[in-house]
């Protein structure tokens, strides 16, 4: 039987241990605060609630307990580096299920890791929702693990019959394409909620996955990874549902709903990374950064964006 290690007890680490306990693993599941009652309940009530923990899932509230060779890291990008100091020493093999690029280094989470501990990192990511995978709908993501004998020995662990994996050797372009999908959610997020219609979000998708490939290519990614499902498929999925974020986030931002200020926004983040960058172009990225930090209007965006040069395709 199978031993793997969780840390984070958000939504997404909370279904990934459901979705790997129901696929006969043993996992134990690191939680910052909240352990003892998730542990005591079988369900994390704040998160994820209606989804019970399986009987293969020990929560824990002590990163000590943690003692497997492989270790998911379901911890926000922007604070993955408040923990890779405490990793167990049993940890050979981590793959971060974060998406984003961290804001003081410009690193992709895999990056972060291996700049910290002398493990195999790698990456899970693809389009998925975490009520999904709890309720054991069929799911697609992608392991990207630069070692590809590394990478099918994970595969094959991680895979259930309804959570199924595809590996790519390709770690950059894994983790850019969940990166920067992001990035174009809050913008689809903003076109919904200002009313400009489905066929402005399907011009908007379909700019911005022009605008993911273009930064991806200078960054070192493969094409053919961005157009699979960490990104091409991850973009379809959070730029056409309020179960995302990051669309939610957009919508907010053109009054359709409240600010969460508790929701981790990690488009956010990468979009004013991006900014930041005067040799990559990024329109749609710097408009988000820029309505982000409320120096501009939505109607503003909209029009700097329609009053762009024309030119080919």
Not at 182 to 211: D, K, P, Q, T
Not at 232 to 237: E, F, I, N, P, S
Not at 249 to 270: I, K, N, Q, S
């Amino acid at each position: 039987m199978s031993r793997i290690d969780i840390a984070g007890a958000g939504a997404f680490g909370t279904a990934l241990a459901i979705a790997l306990a129901r696929g006969g693993a043993e996992v134990t599941l690191w939680a910052r605060d909240g352990a003892d009652r998730m542990q005591d309940t079988r369900e994390n009530s704040r998160r994820l609630p209606g989804h019970l923990l399986p009987d293969g899932v020990t929560v824990t509230g002590a990163m000590s307990d943690l003692s497997s060779d492989l270790l998911l890291l379901a911890i926000p990008t922007q604070k993955l580096h408040e923990i890779l100091g405490q990793l167990p020493k049993t940890a050979r093999n981590v793959l971060s299920c974060a998406k984003g690029i961290h804001k003081s280094t410009g690193l992709n989470p895999a990056g972060l890791i291996k700049e910290r501990a002398d493990v195999v990192a790698g990456a899970l990511t693809g389009p998925s929702f975490a009520a999904d995978i709890a309720a054991g709908l069929p799911t697609a993501l992608t392991l990207a693990v630069e070692d590809d004998v590394v990478g099918a020995e994970l595969q094959d662990r991680l895979s259930t019959p309804a959570l199924r994996l595809y590996r790519t050797t390709d770690l950059a372009g894994a983790e850019l394409g969940g990166a920067l999908k992001n990035v174009m959610a809050i913008a689809a997020g903003v076109v919904m909620g200002s009313g400009l219609g489905e066929s402005a979000r399907a011009a908007l998708m379909a700019r911005g996955f022009a605008e993911m490939r273009r930064v991806a290519a200078l960054r070192g990614a493969r094409d053919e990874t961005l157009s699979g499902l960490s990104g091409l498929g991850d973009l379809v999925l959070t730029c056409t549902s309020d179960k995302s974020r990051n669309y939610r986030h957009g919508m907010a931002l053109a009054g359709a709903m409240p600010l969460d200020p508790t929701a981790t926004v990690e488009g956010a983040a990468t979009a004013e990374e991006l900014s930041g960058h005067t040799e990559l172009d990024t329109p749609i990225a710097d408009a988000v950064a820029a309505l982000c930090r409320g120096q501009i209007t939505v109607n503003d965006a909209v029009t700097h964006l329609l009053n762009r040069p024309l030119k080919p395709e």
